[in-house]
């Protein structure tokens, strides 16, 4: 079970050019495993380009898309990943929510991602264009780990007595 909390737009890995998103989704639907991927989000100022996005993705029918969630924790627990193939984060929020429930998270090698994700560890980081990815090795060696908040500058301060 697989789950994603971001804006349907173009740089989350749902443009046309790349399809990074729906890219994922056939390799799941090719390994002939079971899964359901819940897509929660919208794009409120993008209408027409949700509305394409979402006829693309019919051929997937493992994929739903439920629309904005003001609280997706609900819809977090009890899943095996939570993913996110953007182009670029500053702040990725989902997938600081999804690690802090310690769910592993499936993510895309945009700048910086190594500082959240480590790769088999707490979940996987794919290359942009997911050439080799290996869709078996994902599914059949989920991570299991227990979160671990990283330091505060708060902690650092009172770490050097400032």
């Given at each position: 079970r697989l789950v994603s909390n971001t804006r349907i737009s173009p740089e989350k890995g749902f443009d046309f050019e790349h399809d990074?998103?729906?890219?994922?989704?056939?390799l799941l639907k090719e390994s002939g495993r079971s899964f359901s991927w819940i897509i929660c989000g919208d794009n409120t100022h993008m209408k027409e380009f949700e509305i394409e996005v979402k006829e693309k993705f019919k051929e997937v029918q493992e994929v739903s898309f439920i629309g904005y969630k003001t609280d997706v924790l609900p819809t977090l627990l009890g899943s095996d990943y939570f993913v996110l193939l953007s182009d670029f984060e500053g702040c990725p929020y989902g997938v600081l929510e999804a690690l802090q429930v310690n769910i592993p998270c499936i993510v895309s090698n945009w700048g910086g991602v190594?500082?959240?994700?480590?790769?088999?560890?707490?979940?996987?980081?794919?290359?942009?264009?997911?050439?080799?990815?290996?869709?078996?090795?994902?599914?059949?060696?989920?991570p299991k780990f227990k979160y671990k908040e990283k330091p505060s500058i708060k902690a650092?301060?009172?770490?050097?007595?400032n």
């Open positions: 990074r998103m729906l890219k994922f989704a056939r190594e500082e959240l994700i480590e790769d088999g560890v707490n979940g996987y980081i794919l290359p942009m264009d997911l050439e080799g990815v290996d869709i078996n090795k994902i599914l059949d060696n989920i650092w301060d009172n770490l050097i007595g």
